[in-house]
């Protein structure tokens, strides 16, 4: 059975492992700078988290922004959803090298934060306008 949308555990489920990606993604370069010894297994392990990562969050994400959608009818949030895990899968299979791995996610993990954000507030908005509500 797929979980109502109206219960929002899943979008915050979505944008807790978008914060873990771009806390992962900025310690990086300041990993770099202040313990380069940690860096280097940090790095190694970088693109092995995108991908996990990822792994998580498209079926969370797509199943959320649906239901969301279904609900809602906002086009625009289920759009920047699939561009977030667009530029996701994009960094993490190195298409356009691996130099913009972390950007590119950066990018995506933020606009995926957005779009459940966004989600959030227009099911609850939903919501209240069946009830009659203001
Ligand atoms: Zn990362």
Redesign the pocket.
């Known amino acids: 059975m797929l979980p109502s949308p109206s219960k929002p555990a899943l979008d915050f489920l979505a944008m807790a492992l978008s914060v873990i990606?771009l806390i992962?993604?900025l310690s990086?370069p300041l990993a770099l700078l202040l313990i380069p010894s940690f860096s280097y297994a940090l790095l190694q392990s970088?693109t092995l988290?995108?991908w996990i990562?990822l792994g998580f969050a498209a079926p969370i994400s797509m199943v959320t922004l649906y239901l969301g959608h279904r609900r809602h009818g906002v086009p625009i949030i289920s759009v920047l959803g699939l561009a977030g895990l667009l530029f996701m899968l994009i960094g993490a299979s190195h298409l356009f090298g691996r130099d913009l791995e972390?950007a590119l996610?950066v990018i995506g993990v933020s606009a995926l934060f957005v779009a459940h954000w966004r989600n959030m507030f227009e099911l609850r908005h939903a919501i209240k306008g069946r009830q009659g509500q203001p």
């Open positions: 990606c992962h993604c990086i970088e988290m995108h990562l972390s996610t």
